[in-house]
């Protein structure tokens, strides 16, 4: 056994969504005992059979057998309230993105829970410190960003609060690696590595839908370099409605020309997959999206009431806006040491967001282009579209040197 104070045997996840869902099999399946907690019991009583569908589903499909299947699901129990977890050596908060709400959950866990167990939060953008505030051991408290549904996706974005010990970083570490995932150790900002680099790319893509493209152009350029799925298709699968929600609840961002379309969408009950129309159309009981004339018609409509004159917008420059997005906002990322390495980007994006593998990852691949090139490809977009573009120091720092983001 380790030496360390932080021996994670016994583990506790909070809400019963999906989320928590896929979070307590993570545990389950690494050999941990899990007690799940939901202030809504009849969705915890919903969610235990879920699991022990899902572990079925794999006995079935012949990934477990019966005996490993049961081995799993018996580490997983109720618990009727914070008082029967406080026993635990890791409590995961997987409850929807609201601030407040977090901060009242770990303050009274806190309070009850012994003196070495973790507080972790499955926020994918708030701030750790300010939920880490709330307590008396900041230094036991961190992010474990899981990527959904979690039991399958491979990425764990780790995120280490300010005050968060380095023993408590390896105890997550070594969690990961139990659980069978890709952990990436990222510093605390407004949506960590990936979805800080996802909002550059998505902004791109939306402005281009303004400027003259279509949904269904932006996402066929995309995958034609080798993504899983466009950006527009993703929104389907993840639901048209999450963000449009969050910005309702916050009051903040529904004015912003680039969301109009999404805003539209919502309105005609066009949620994605889930509702059979999203960007695109989905025929009953069928994941295929099927390009939708109604979509660039609202596309178009929505553009010119903005006031748009709009423009053909070819393959190449939407590629050229989306990836130089993700490299510009990367290169920050690393300048700002929020994340350790230029390799921990990629990972990140290899394993959390459909980058094709061939290509190594947004920084790797902006290294084969030469960041000599990069930084004038940046310089170009800046003038012709404002200084939103202006290249990371970083950048012209390597490409004056003649180095790449590997050699950082």
Known sequence: ????????????????????????????????????????????????????????????????????ADARIARVTAAADYAAIRDVDLVIEAVYENLELKQSIFRELDGLLKPQ???????????????AAVTGRPQQVLGLHFFSPAHIMKLLEIVRGAQTAPAVIDAALALGKRMGKVSVVSGNCDGFIGNRMLNTYVLEARKMLLEGAYPYQVDAALQGFGFAMGPFRMFDVVGVDLQWRARQLSGVGQDAPEVQVDNRLCEQGRFGQKSGDGYYHYEPGSRQAEHDPLVDALVLEVSEGLGFHRREISPEEILERCLLALVNEGAKILQEGIAGSAHDIDLVYLNGYGFPADKGGPMAWADQQGLADIHQRLLALETRQGDHWRPARLIGELAAAGRGFADK
Do not use: K
Request: charged share 15%; proline share 2%; aromatic share 4%.
């Open 1 to 68: 056994m380790s030496q360390t104070p932080f021996n994670i045997q016994r583990a506790a996840v909070i809400g019963a969504g999906t989320m928590g869902r896929g979070i307590v099999m993570c545990l389950a399946n690494a050999g941990v005992a899990v007690q799940w907690v939901d202030n809504n019991p009849q969705m915890l009583e919903q969610a235990l059979v879920t699991v022990s569908d899902t572990y079925a589903h794999s006995v079935r499909q012949e990934r477990i057998d019966q005996v490993e």
């Open 117 to 131: 167990a973790i507080l972790a939060s499955n926020t994918s953008a708030l701030d750790i410190d300010a939920i």
